[in-house]
């Protein structure tokens, strides 16, 4: 059998590239082209460790875990003990991740399969893995986007759901537990008495209020309902704007309480309202209400 020894370097100097390269992509840090370029060049040279008489060391788990910690120290440099371990072990994760995905998806593609000595496994000739090397080029490029892909949208969904809230209201006999999401881009007030308005979506909340309060602020026009007694003086009309539409009224509860928990520590939040909306907030049903910039800058911690 004839072994190809510089082909097989070069398709591992291209796949460490990839893993160095992605490792710095998960841990947000540039990393300086011949760095990336020494660094893929040491772990490529392990390969030739596997065609010398010590492969059995360079099969052994301390040498192989010391050999990372080289190649993270050529790629990476030496700053601080925190940042250098987590770089040894973000670089374990994403080899674990890329590869377990590659070789997954080989065994989803996998048809011709038998069952040796009770072993579930796969035929295959030749050097090396059952991997085929034209689907290891077009699979690995493949499972590095996935999972850059993938990575970049768990951090997404880790920035959005650290800013949703557990949120308490009491407000005329009613106590609604909520979960609210700091919107940016609200700038909602009352012009009169200068309040912060948090927007409540009645459409998951609203079986929590009584019949009669839902038919009123649902009805544009001023009907002829009897409110419960409660109610009355809490509610009040904002005027509101939004993109391409002016001159809207959005009716509002003046709450009797407002708390916002962060990290499990009570804020209580002071001078706010409570916009009644009938519009959905959230299509994935993560929060129910959305919170004033201007309620997390002011809170005060509860005693």
């Not at 060049?41 to 080289?70: G, Q, W």
């Not at 700038?187 to 909340?205: A, C, G, N, W, Y």
Request: proline share 5%.
């Amino acid at each position: 059998m004839e072994i190809y020894l510089d082909v097989i370097w070069l398709l591992n100097f291209l796949i460490d590239l990839l893993l160095i390269y992605l490792t710095a992509i998960v841990l947000k840090r540039n990393i300086k082209k011949w760095r990336l370029l020494i660094g893929a060049f040491i772990a490529s040279l392990y390969v030739f460790f596997l065609f010398t008489p010590v492969d059995y060391l360079a099969m052994n788990p301390i040498v192989k875990s010391f050999y990372s910690l080289l190649i993270i120290y050529a790629s990476f440099g030496f700053y601080r003990f925190r940042l250098f371990i987590q770089a040894w072990l973000t670089f374990f994760f994403v080899n674990f991740a890329v590869g377990g995905g590659l070789l997954g998806l080989h065994f989803f593609l996998e048809t011709d399969t038998n069952f040796i000595m009770g072993t579930f496994a796969t035929q295959t000739s030749g050097f090396g893995s059952p991997i085929s090397w034209l689907f290891v080029l077009v699979g690995f490029p493949l499972m590095f986007w996935y999972s850059r892909q993938r990575l970049e949208t768990i951090e997404t969904e880790k920035i959005r759901y650290d800013q949703i809230y557990p949120v308490l209201i009491k407000a005329a006999g009613m106590t609604l537990q909520l979960k609210g999401f700091v919107d940016s881009g609200n700038r909602l007030e009352d012009p009169l008495t200068r309040r912060s308005v948090m927007i409540i979506d009645m459409t998951e909340v609203g079986q929590q209020f009584p019949k009669s309060i839902l038919q009123f602020t649902k009805n544009p026009t001023f009907a002829d309902i009897d409110l419960p007694e409660r109610f009355e003086g809490k509610l009040t009309m904002i005027p509101f704007r939004t993109v391409g539409k002016n001159n809207q009224f959005l009716w509002a509860l003046r709450p009797d309480e407002v708390v916002v928990y962060e990290d499990d520590t009570p804020y209580y939040c002071r001078n706010v309202l409570l916009g009644l909306s009938y519009t959905p907030l959230s299509d994935r049903h993560d929060y129910n209400c959305l919170l004033h910039p201007k309620m997390m800058q002011q809170k005060k911690q509860s005693s």
